[in-house]
């Protein structure tokens, strides 16, 4: 469905997709990142709305820019809030069915079909302004699917929703994907496995890994854990580490900070306590950072070739 080879975008100096050589089968995928790791220019790339700066980008065969016989295959929901206001569901998503080339009684059957699928019924008379964030979700959805697209990119779909709203969206977004092709771009991890999705991570504009649900959470859980210890001196605390069973990796940060990476984190107590006892003064332990951020930073290390 999509072959990228090579693909890189600059914004002048700033590296927005760098360097990106991946294939995409017909089906369900989730693009996984932190906020700026170059999510939205990927999909931007994908949907024709950027041309890429150096590479190859193809969907169904053809490059996406400025081609309409590959653009009116997609629909896109973009992770920016609706800007039209006063206007109700109804016609909104009307008027975007006719831009798409549908007029009449299509256009209007087209309009109830994708209003009724996301569930918004009589809230499509009333005026966007008074919707709620999750409404307001429902409304991009709806103008996304009208025209009946081969191939669903949603850009941030489930941020700012409350948890039930959240929960709704993905119940609908993987109906869809039962029958058709999805892209998700999210930072939710959890959210993208929901749908049951193939999973990219990118940051920093690179692709780092990729692969299921399951085979992104094994490579992280395989990594040891990294620890950060604030002593003095930083250097013998280090030495002492490294002598310690179940230690695989130690590296001195900054002028007080010491990582150590270890598969049995309990055993960092006894380095701690024998560092104590030696007269070296440990002022903080800080465990790993098991967060999204953490998550991608050690998969970039894995990817770079850099610790363990």
Not at 52 to 75: C, D, H, K, S
Request: charged residues 20%; hydrophobic residues 45%.
């Amino acid at each position: 469905m999509i072959h990228i080879a090579h693909l890189t975008k600059l914004y002048g100096s700033v590296i927005g997709v760098n360097d990106v050589t991946v294939d995409l089968g017909v089906g369900a995928h989730g693009l996984l990142g932190p906020n700026g790791a170059g999510k939205t220019t990927f999909l931007g790339l994908i949907t024709g709305q950027l041309r890429p700066t150096m590479g190859q980008v193809e969907v169904f065969g053809e490059p996406p820019f400025a081609n309409p016989r590959v653009l009116r295959r997609i629909g896109y929901c973009p992770a920016a809030d609706l800007g039209e206001r006063h206007a109700s569901s109804q016609v909104w998503v009307r008027y975007l069915v006719r831009l798409s080339g549908f007029t009449g009684n299509d256009a209007n059957r087209r309009t109830e079909r994708a209003i009724e699928q996301v569930g918004l019924n009589a809230a499509s008379r009333r005026p966007i302004a008074t919707l709620s964030k999750g409404m307001r979700q429902r409304v991009k959805l709806a103008a996304a699917i009208a025209h009946d697209p081969d191939l669903l990119v949603l850009d941030e779909p489930f941020i700012g929703l409350d948890p039930v709203a959240r929960h709704e969206l993905v119940h609908l977004v993987r109906g869809w994907s039962r029958d058709r092709s999805l892209i998700v771009a999210s930072h939710l991890l959890h959210e993208v496995e929901a749908l049951d999705a193939g999973l990219a991570v990118i940051l920093g504009g690179r692709l780092v890994a990729s692969g299921t649900a399951a085979e992104i959470r094994g490579l992280i859980e395989s990594l040891p854990a990294e620890i950060r210890v604030r002593c003095s001196p930083p250097h013998r605390f280090a030495e002492v580490a490294w002598r310690s069973v179940g230690v695989e990796a130690v590296r001195v940060e900054a002028n007080d900070t010491v990582v150590v990476a270890t598969r049995q984190p309990a055993a960092l107590a006894a380095i701690v306590q024998q560092a104590a006892s030696d007269g070296m003064p440990i002022t903080e332990v800080m465990p790993a950072d098991r967060s999204l951020e953490g998550i991608f930073g050690r998969l970039v290390q894995l990817h770079r070739g850099v610790g363990p």
